[in-house]
């Protein structure tokens, strides 16, 4: 395994310049080598570090805590669930229940949720909302109300809340739209697979990818299609572009491994050779990373880890001890790239041939902070119900 140097240098520098967070803000662990320090987003950021006062949410526990879930309707949200009833499992002296609800990606259904949650004297309610408009008014009642707020992944639109634990899609949306357009010799068509159209995530990695194109006066993006975070319909709408535009496509951008994994088989199954694939960005899912050390084809992972789940637990619980935590609290990220094709801008922490679990299905997440014999079929936690 071969890892690189100057953004870990980088970020040892930097730490040795800030004051140490809290213990609730600290990098979550990877499962496998690479980059490992405080999150990069923090320590590079030109804008202060914001903490809540929570004091006048303290109490003493066991504490009823309430999950809203926008789905579990893909492999990463999966992923999320099972760290955060894992965290709520090893804080079982702390939690007496944990309340789960699931909205199946529907706003209506979850601005009822977390009327129900609160009806059920929830202590602290963490979100992840489906829609970012749709579910700022119930989130704003319910902090007016006196429940504080913890999102996690998906925030509301407006700062009604106490805490957003993320991993930061502006980086993400960022690194890989630099990545491609340096990788592409600042030339070429762009097409762009988003995830669901309103979610946030999907919306700022997008908007942060096309400001970073922008930059590149001969890259053009072609087309823009939203795939629902699906490997099934990032295959069907893969296959549509490449019926409609085939070799006039010269890198895919995608916000997420989900819709990259099922890019990729549509790419297989049109006929491209290995090594005729166009360049593609990807996140967190093995299919996505291990398809394109298979078919070699030049590839950048931005993780994006689900192990943001159990973080958002651990900051709930510090809201109801007191304990001041950060407005945006933003999970580790590590950088995965194919052997040799890392940029001038963007270097990688470690390559993506070994970061790839060629042994292991394509649907698991590779970011869970569940360890590395997780299994999303077998998983199970005995947490407080």
Request: aromatic share 8%; with cysteine; charged share 20%.
């Amino acid at each position: 395994m071969k890892s690189h140097s100057p953004m870990k240098t980088l970020a040892t520098a930097s730490l040795a310049l800030l004051m140490s967070l809290p213990a609730a803000n600290t990098a979550v662990a990877e499962d496998s080598a690479g980059y490992a320090g405080k999150p990069r987003t923090l320590l590079w950021s030109n804008r202060d570090i914001e903490y809540v006062d929570t004091s006048e949410y303290a109490k003493e526990p066991p504490y009823v805590v309430g999950f809203s879930n926008a789905s579990i309707s893909n492999i990463w949200r999966v992923g999320m669930l099972h760290s955060i009833q894992q965290a709520a499992a090893d804080n079982s002296d702390l939690i007496e229940k944990l309340i789960i609800t699931d909205a199946n990606d529907d706003p209506s259904k979850q601005v009822s949720d977390i009327q129900d949650l609160l009806q059920r004297d929830v202590d602290i309610l963490i979100v992840s909302a489906a829609q970012s408009e749709a579910l700022d008014p119930v989130v704003t009642r319910a902090m007016r109300s006196g429940v504080p707020v913890v999102m996690v992944d998906r925030r509301v639109t407006s700062d009604n809340f106490i805490s957003f634990v993320t991993a930061s899609d502006h980086a993400l949306g960022r690194f890989e739209a630099q990545w491609m357009a340096e990788t592409l010799g600042g030339k070429g068509n762009v097409v762009m697979l988003g995830g669901i159209a309103g979610a946030s995530p999907a919306e700022i990695r997008i908007a942060v990818a096309k400001q970073v194109f922008a930059e590149f006066p001969d890259i053009n993006v072609i087309d823009l299609q939203y795939t629902d975070w699906s490997p099934a319909k990032g295959k069907q709408v893969m296959a549509a572009l490449i019926q409609k535009y085939g070799k006039d496509i010269h890198g895919v951008w995608s916000d997420s491994g989900l819709q990259g994994s099922g890019a990729l088989e549509a790419f297989v199954e049109a006929g491209w050779e290995d090594g005729s694939i166009p360049p593609i960005t990807c996140s967190d899912l093995n299919g996505c990373v291990k398809q394109a050390v298979e078919h070699d084809v030049k590839a950048i992972n931005f993780d994006y880890p689900p192990a943001m789940g159990g973080a958002s637990v651990n900051v709930a619980l510090d809201v109801l001890a007191g304990k001041p935590v950060p407005k945006q609290y933003e999970v580790n990220a590590q950088i995965s790239i194919t052997e040799g094709d890392e940029t001038e801008s963007v270097k990688a922490d470690i390559w993506m041939e070994d970061y790839a679990r060629l042994d292991r299905p394509n649907d698991l997440i590779l970011s869970t902070g569940l360890g590395p014999d997780y299994d999303p079929t077998t998983f199970n936690a005995d947490y407080p119900k």
